[in-house]
């Protein structure tokens, strides 16, 4: 019983250490059609993010989540800070800039995860599943058979 | 797998001494400081930096389509993640206290109102172009129902919208009085809140590292009021703001107060610290020292309401199993041990004392106000001055 107790956090322990993995993988690339989408969804002004974005992002492939992040939100900061010493209100970028790196992001990305999500939601949440139910039917009838 | 055997290993049903203070996991010791790392960064990940959690959101998206038709936000992962937990988490519950039907019942409410009205609710509205709504959080927990952008969003959703909008002033202002003066905090904090779901739930084994200190008590009751008067002044501006068009009043502008609030209380204590800080300092961290609606809810049962745990003290064998599990630092044995009545603002009304209590020294009731509170004053304690007590009594 003990047995299958330590089986058990060990197994939710594997899931838990492949489910943090994950946010070190995938690869992003920014395509035009996705540049495009996202500057008019939000209706950015700004020439000087735009030609940022054309030169440093647009047709890179990035291989981590972190450098993807840091290149966008470095050119936000940039631009920002050079409409704000002007005084170009409209043309400033009000969004959060992570949360703006996470909208480009989501559809920015690639790698196994998002080619499997299927697969990955059912290992990562649900494998023990069967075995939970198992268990438990075994447990009731040793609880039901030790009581007579 | 890990916790459906315990139905076994932990023998027969009903609470026992099974070595909590000494489990590397329960007692502040490395693994409770793993847990501790690991929560702290995932939250700190899901506020700050949702840009690195894509990966996550990618395995939910098919869910996430499934129910609104919109591909995952890292709300939305965090929304499941929280039901998901407070699931299995139930499950412990249930086998650990499957002596005590207060406390299935009660696991049961909080996690169908957190599966349905704060999650599945939400986001079928979402798919009907409705705005996302969760019908149980009451302002000031749901402290942006008055920004701007709500309020503008409510008024142009039509009925629904205006509904939404006059059901969140009502509960606010009629339904959590009326509730708490019949039944006092537990039906919100420990029936029908999330955050208390997941900090009955997941917070159950760290339920006796809430500090039991006088300090803390003092602490607690500066800064759960001083949220309350924050929020309470936040709204003010933006309401303020909203009605004049003026943006800002006496030099302070309303959004600063907006992004103070949302940063400091929102995201650091609500998120970070509230459930980052489980495996240290207690399940209940959120709820005790920085809920503003908690804040509320205690003012009035510790004035006007018919709640209180009644003590049996005859029966008291100061073993102090309720002091040691009360989540919010009470220490109800002293109540227990001089037969008062606990009426603490803070109390949520979990139960766990008197599901803990080998006596069944201590009971949850809702009774008649009269004579609700009844204090004893301790002749040798150490801020009464005896003279003047004897005295005071001889004059009456």
Known sequence: MKSIQNIGLALFLVGLMIFTSFIFFGKYEV???????????????????????????????????????????????????????????????????????????????????????????????????????YVYSTICDYFRSSRN | MYIVPSVITLGRPGIKNNGIWLNAATNRSWIGWFAFIFLVSFYILLYFRPDYIINWTYIVDPISESLSGNLASQWFLYGLLYCIVMSVMAVRMYIKYRHNKYQILRTTSVLFFQIVFAFLIPELLVRFEKPWYDFKNAFPLDYDFFYSWSLDELIANGGLGLFILIWGIVLTLVIVPVMVYFFGKRWYCSWVCGCGGLAETLGDPYRQLSDKSLKAWKLERWLVHGVLVFALIMTGFTLYTYFSGVDGLLGIRTQTIQDIYGFLIGSVFAGVIGTGFYPIFGSRV??????PLAAYLGIVQRFKSRFRITTNGGQCISCGNCSTYCEQGIDVRAYAQKGENIVRSSCVGCGICSAVCPRGVLKLENGPENGRINPTEILLGNDVNLMNLVNHENKN
């Open chain 2, 286 to 291: 959120w709820c005790r020292f920085g809920c």
């Open chain 1, 31 to 133: 395509t035009p059609h996705i540049l495009d989408e996202t500057l008019t969804s939000k209706g950015i002004k700004s020439e000087l993010f735009i030609n940022n974005l054309n030169t440093n992002v647009l047709g890179k492939e990035f291989s981590n989540s972190f450098s993807f992040s840091s290149a966008i939100t470095k050119s936000l900061e940039q631009t920002n800070e050079a409409h704000k010493l002007n005084s170009e209100w409209d043309k400033v970028i009000w969004d959060k800039p992570h949360s703006f790196v996470y909208e480009i992001a989501k559809k920015s990305g690639s790698g196994f995860v998002k080619e499997n999500k299927g697969l990955f939601w059912w290992l990562t949440f649900w494998a023990w599943n069967p075995w939970c139910a």
